[in-house]
């Protein structure tokens, strides 16, 4: 991809969970080549920000 486009993804949705997908050049995840995927009515045990110091990059 080029800086500024935007490209659609087509999927078969049938693994129910809380998955994430990044790219590989860890600089590049960083910023920002990271989707966050959830499924309507799947939720985590896992809280971010607060107390939790689970804060995303
Ligand atoms: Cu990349």
Redesign the pocket.
């Known amino acids: 991809m080029q800086p500024g486009e935007v490209w659609q993804v087509a999927l078969r949705a049938d693994n129910p969970g809380v998955w994430m997908a990044h790219?590989h050049?860890l600089d590049?995840?960083a910023a920002g080549?990271v989707v966050h995927l959830t499924y309507e009515g799947v939720r985590s045990p896992f809280m971010v920000g607060g107390h939790t110091h689970n804060h995303p990059e």
Request: aromatic share 0%; proline share 0%.
């Open positions: 790219c050049n590049h995840a080549m």
